[in-house]
């Protein structure tokens, strides 16, 4: 069985993997919601757009459940920092995602149109919401995280929500509202047809030039005005998970020693730019699926380059970078990870298959007649 020191870099791994998961299924959802109010401008172009993802949102959704229990039970510290310093931010994403489900259920309640009108905006916030948090989220983390520890471990967060909205990390939550903008108009042009397959493909051309432009604006940031967190001192790979037995210094450009030590790590960046120009030719061409791969890819580089720049580090501290969270000192018992690592092994699969199988039931474009059809049963 593993050692302590690889099952901590296989659950990193996984929560990457989970992590990505949820950006790709549940982040065209979110695109979608966004494109709503500019893809479709009659009540039976918006029921279209709404049905594309109407029976297959929940599902995709699961992802975030799982991604957030793998923290909490594999990440412990990180999870209670995390939850508590952005719990505000938190509550904001679970306003977010409350929105989605009530707006499908109620705009065909009633003939009404102002009634539909306005759950069209509902919709068009719901997916707003969680996009830009999420950016911001991940901006901050790069910078670093308010919050230390005391003796007993007990952690206090000294930061505030207004805090979290600084430039860097506004810049962040654009590179996610136009990287899922791009994925959801790229899910939009292989379920729809006709006008509004046109229009998600010329707003997916646009997101995908806005996102490589914010991308590379970010990461240029990043390497020339952001200080970034180093180890300076021996950490035991295998050790007991406790954050103030270590020493950390902070350096402008120093996310970028892990590329400077392994070259073959510029591939994820790379992987970005060449993922996003490969959606912008292929949505030109109407080669929407392999669009929507392109798209999924440019999220898989996307979370990959942040992951690696990160690394080993979890959560960093701006206040006392001395206590930041690592892969080596926050990780949960071996047990309970090998524990996990089984269940993982067991349940993932099944999971996997019943999405596939899902998506295969549900294939095919969401078309007028369809709607008309079945009006009743229809969002």
């Not at 989605?100 to 509902?122: E, T």
């Not at 930061?159 to 430039?167: D, E, I």
């Not at 270590?246 to 970028?256: C, F, R």
């Not at 380059?305 to 701006?318: A, D, E, M, Y």
């Amino acid at each position: 069985m593993f050692d302590y020191e690889i099952m901590r870099i296989i659950w990193w791994v996984l929560l990457g993997v989970l992590l990505t998961g949820f950006a790709i299924m549940d982040g065209f959802d979110l695109g979608v919601a966004m494109l709503l109010p500019f893809v479709a401008r009659k009540d039976i172009e918006r029921r279209i757009v709404i049905n594309t993802v109407g029976p297959i949102w929940e599902g995709n959704q699961v992802w975030i459940i799982l991604g957030a229990g793998a923290i909490f039970a594999a990440w412990p510290i990180i999870y209670a920092v995390s939850f508590s310093g952005f719990y505000l931010a938190m509550l904001i994403v679970l306003l977010g995602f409350i929105l989605r489900p009530v707006s499908f259920k109620y705009r065909s309640k009633m003939p009404s149109v102002r009634w539909r009108s306005n759950w069209d905006i509902l919709l068009f916030i719901s997916g707003l919401l969680p996009s830009l948090i999420f950016g911001v989220a991940l901006g901050n983390v790069l910078q670093g995280v308010p919050f230390h520890f005391d003796d007993n471990l007990r952690m206090f967060y000294t930061g505030t929500f207004w805090g979290l909205l600084n430039p860097f990390a506004l810049l962040c939550a654009l590179v996610s509202v136009c990287m899922l903008v791009m994925h959801g108009a790229s899910y939009l042009a292989t379920k729809t047809e006709e006008v509004v397959r046109q229009r998600a493909i010329c707003y997916g051309r646009v997101a995908s030039i806005a996102m490589l432009v914010l991308f590379l604006l970010a990461g240029l940031w990043l390497s020339r005005g952001i200080n970034g967190y180093m180890v300076t001192s021996v950490v035991d790979h295998a050790g007991p998970s406790n954050p103030l037995h270590k020493t950390v210094s902070t350096a402008l450009g120093a996310w970028l020693g892990n590329y400077q030590v392994e070259p073959l790590l510029w591939i994820a960046p790379a992987s970005v730019v060449i993922a996003v120009l490969g959606q912008l030719f292929l949505l030109g061409r109407g080669q929407s699926k392999w669009g929507f791969i392109f798209s999924s890819l440019t999220i898989v580089g996307v979370i990959a380059t942040f992951g690696l720049s990160l690394f080993p580090f979890l959560l960093p501290s701006s206040t006392n970078p001395n206590m930041s969270l690592l892969v080596w000192d926050s990780s949960s018992s071996l047990l309970t990870l090998r524990i996990m690592l089984g269940a993982t092994l067991l349940f993932m699969p099944i999971i996997l298959l019943y999405t596939a199988w899902v998506y295969r039931v549900m294939r095919g474009r969401v078309s007028a007649q369809s709607i008309e059809s079945d009006s009743q049963n229809k969002y």
